[in-house]
């Protein structure tokens, strides 16, 4: 199959290309397109077939379920059982934007889509392409991050297309991803609802609206072996090629500590990576420094980490230290970060 790019900004829609894009998705092909989190891979979120085909472009297991991407409240209703107080709330607050909730689902979504569950994540996106894309493709379209399954999800679309060429029917590329990390899902099917996953919206932005929000479990204590809430959450996600460790300490100790394992995998004929920010780049000896941004300014980190991680896998970076962003139970962004972060490096964390 040959895959096509088409450039498709905010400030500039192509309605034609849109059009084409949209009849692909009714007729049971994939898109994969931009969001203001992550680039999405796009099917159909009705078509059973459809689902299929993202698992199999992904390599993804097909118990870990898909977000169901809508651009108008009203086409909430029609695929959950019912609206809960709690998730119109939500709606008014933070959609269009990255935020995912998880709710009990109609018939009308096939189990496919959600991973054999009887609950569907949902989220309306806060991209201005995005959401003309699901309009013209007929307003549901699942879609889980635009990488093949196990790599970093992808915040630049020649990053979708070195993962999905030639596998699915078109790349509408948006240039580069505002945020850079994943949607904030939270679970509203318990009593008090819990965040699955974090992300930029935060839980404290949770709780300003609902009041107490929990946190699941494997979120704070990682890797703990406990069963997780979310299906997805047994999977090893967004893995480099490179061994990552984070090193976590005082500033100059680990800067110290990075040097030091950095010159004994170098003697050993390792190529060694390291992610620092603004303050420590220009300190460390590795054959590849990263700089994350700037630590007044998370944000800056969240956006530039998944990049740094596929930048190393073309450089053929074998061993990869970085520094350690907020903390996982710290509110903001931060947690989004470290959750990632920990992910990537398989839990590899140690302190100096
Ligand atoms: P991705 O779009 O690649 O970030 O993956 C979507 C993630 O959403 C999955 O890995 C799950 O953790 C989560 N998810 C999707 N649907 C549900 C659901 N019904 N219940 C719980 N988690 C879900
Ligand atoms: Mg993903």
Redesign the pocket.
């Known amino acids: 199959m040959k895959t096509k790019i088409i450039p498709m900004s905010e400030e500039n829609i192509d309605s034609e290309a849109l059009a084409e894009a949209g009849g692909i998705i009714r007729n049971g092909g994939l898109v994969a397109f931009p969001t203001e989190t992550?680039y999405?891979?796009g099917g159909d979120a009705l078509q059973e077939e459809s689902s299929g085909r993202i698992y199999r472009a992904?390599g993804?297991p097909s118990d870990?379920?898909?977000?169901?991407h809508i651009c108008r409240m009203e086409d909430l209703p029609p695929i959950v059982a019912y609206v809960p107080e709690a998730a119109r709330k939500l709606a008014e607050a933070f959609w269009p934007g990255p935020l995912?909730m998880?709710?009990p689902?109609s018939d009308k979504v096939p189990r496919m889509t959600?991973?054999g569950?009887?609950?569907?994540?949902v989220r309306m996106p806060g991209h201005k392409v995005a959401l003309a894309f699901i309009k013209a493709a007929g307003g549901y379209v699942a879609?889980?991050?635009a990488?093949l399954s196990g790599r970093p999800?992808p915040t630049l679309a020649k990053y979708v297309a070195e993962d999905m060429d030639g596998r699915i029917e078109m790349i509408l590329d948006g240039g580069e991803i505002g945020i850079g990390l994943?949607?904030t899902?939270v679970?509203l099917?318990e009593d008090i609802p819990v965040i699955?996953?974090p992300g930029s919206v935060t839980r404290e932005m949770l709780e300003g609206v609902l009041g107490k929000v929990g946190v699941d479990r494997a979120i704070l204590e990682g890797n703990s072996g406990q069963a997780?809430?979310?299906?997805?959450?047994k999977?090893r996600?967004y893995a480099p090629k490179g061994e990552l460790t984070i090193i976590n300490g005082r500033q100059e100790n680990v800067v110290m500590e990075i040097n030091r394992r950095t010159r004994q995998m170098q003697e050993k004929g390792e190529r060694v990576g390291v992610i620092g920010t603004d303050d420590t780049v220009s300190l460390y000896l590795a054959d590849s420094v990263k700089n994350a941004g700037n630590r007044k300014d998370e944000t800056t980190i969240a956006k530039a980490l998944y990049r740094i991680l596929r930048e190393f896998d073309g450089e053929g970076v074998t061993v990869i230290y970085s520094e350690c962003f907020g903390d996982a139970e710290e509110n903001g962004i931060g947690q989004a970060i470290m959750n990632r972060l920990l992910k990537a490096a398989g839990y590899r964390l140690e302190y100096v």
Do not use: Q
């Open positions: 992550v999405g891979l992904k993804r870990n379920p898909l977000i169901v995912t998880v709710l689902k959600t991973g569950l009887d609950t569907v994540a879609a889980p991050s990488n999800s994943e949607s899902i679970d099917t699955l996953r997780p809430k979310a299906p997805g959450m999977y996600h």
